[in-house]
């Protein structure tokens, strides 16, 4: 597939937020605690142009494929852990790819200008996370197929 992948800029905010809706939509499916509420999409660009854009913490990439953006996904770097070994790392979020362009390697593609981005950071990066919602098991299924390996499980309990 030819797209073009970079990092997101000011101007692509609207095309933003639309993919930010995929992915919330798909995440819904397995938990509909995951549906966005209405003002989200507002609150979701400040986010974007307040923290990520010329930030050395975080960016976003995006997949440009037929004169539309058509998968995103947010990098940021999380600092070290106070009490544990656990270094910098990097912390991949909102990894979405539109429906029709999907087993395209454009998901594949976005994951490593994530992986480049985090090799050149100042601060030594080694690893990076990612977190798939409960049920996915195609989502599982592609990081695993890209040598990530599952480290920890999230369990919740209802009061």
């Known amino acids: 597939m030819e797209a073009e992948i970079r990092q997101a800029e000011r101007e692509d905010g609207d095309e933003l937020i639309e993919l930010w809706h995929g992915f919330t939509e798909h995440l819904s499916k397995y938990d509909d605690r995951y549906k ?14 307040n923290q990520l854009l010329d930030s050395k913490y975080g960016t976003v990439f995006v997949a440009e494929a037929d004169e539309q953006l058509v998968g995103v996904l947010e990098v940021r770097v999380v600092g070290d852990h106070p009490i544990f ?16 362009y999907r087993q395209s390697g454009l ?7 994530a992986a480049d981005w985090l090799r050149d950071h100042p601060r030594g990066i080694e ?3 990612v977190d798939v919602i409960e049920g996915d098991e195609d989502g599982m299924s592609v990081y695993e197929d890209l040598d990530f390996e599952p480290i920890e499980h999230v369990y919740e309990y209802e009061l």
């Open 107 to 113: 998901g594949q593609q976005l994951l490593e200008a």
């Open 36 to 49: 966005h509420k209405d003002e989200a999409g507002d609150r979701w660009l400040q986010y974007f142009e």
């Open 127 to 129: 690893f990076c996370r």
């Open 85 to 100: 070994r656990l270094k910098d790392h990097g912390y991949i979020n909102g990894h979405f790819v539109k429906d029709e």
